[in-house]
């Protein structure tokens, strides 16, 4: 029997109860396909830490102004191109 | 419509697709006021940067071919951002009592800073796509628990679920999300 991937993460986030810690503690120490889960698991935190930190610095307000402003900039020059033409 | 790959969206803009130049828009804007922010351009010469990186991108939208062999679109928008701001930092020096046009100082590291940047970039793209891909119990889950940091039972409560769902979503997003990711990054 292996521990499913919510329980492993309960066990990582210490969420889950003494003696079902302590099971599963004796558990990983014998099963490598668990303890591997578990590394994923650990690897998952790592690559959310740097989406939570991307998600910050590129949170940018949206400016709905600024981009009608461009619209107009870009019909001017379709004319300018095709006056052109 | 959203185009799944920067080919298509591209292609799409060198047609003249309108739609295609708001999605554009709203792709590379956060990246270009980042990279403004790293140029401590002011938040007018921000808004001037994405204007002239816009236009000169429209400028040149249909002689750009996206061919992967000839080089990284990553590499190409960050030369042409680089350029604009420059242009900005030139004029305002210009205008600077007693300051000559001089060799201009950019920030030291500006490659890894960009590169760093663009990963980030993908990061977040890559979240947009997930929540097209997954259910949307599964994207809230994730998103409350994994990204906000929200506690398992609060989120389990608030979309009237098990905590145990919680936990498989937050794996199972995240599983597809990397893949999202490779995907993007292989595009380049």
Known sequence: MHYAIHELDQYRSRTMNLFRRLACRCHLLHCQKCRAQLRQLEQDDLFLAELRQSEQRMDVPENPSEYRKLCGIFEEERHKRESSI | MAYTTKKSLLEAIRNGDEVSWYEFYETYRPLIVVRGRDYKLNSAEIDELIQSVMLRFFNRSRSFVYDRSQGRFRDYLGVMIYHCALNIIRSRRKNEIGCGDGELEMPAEDDSRWHREW??????????????????????????????????EKVARFLKTSVNMVYVAKSRATSRLRKIVKQLQDEE
């Not at chain 2, 929540?131 to 949307?136: F, K, M, R």
């Open chain 2, 119 to 152: 990963e980030q970039h993908i990061l977040t793209q890559a979240l947009k796509q997930l929540q097209l891909q997954i259910e949307e119990t599964t994207f809230q889950a994730f998103e409350l628990y994994a990204v906000k940091g929200e506690a398992p």
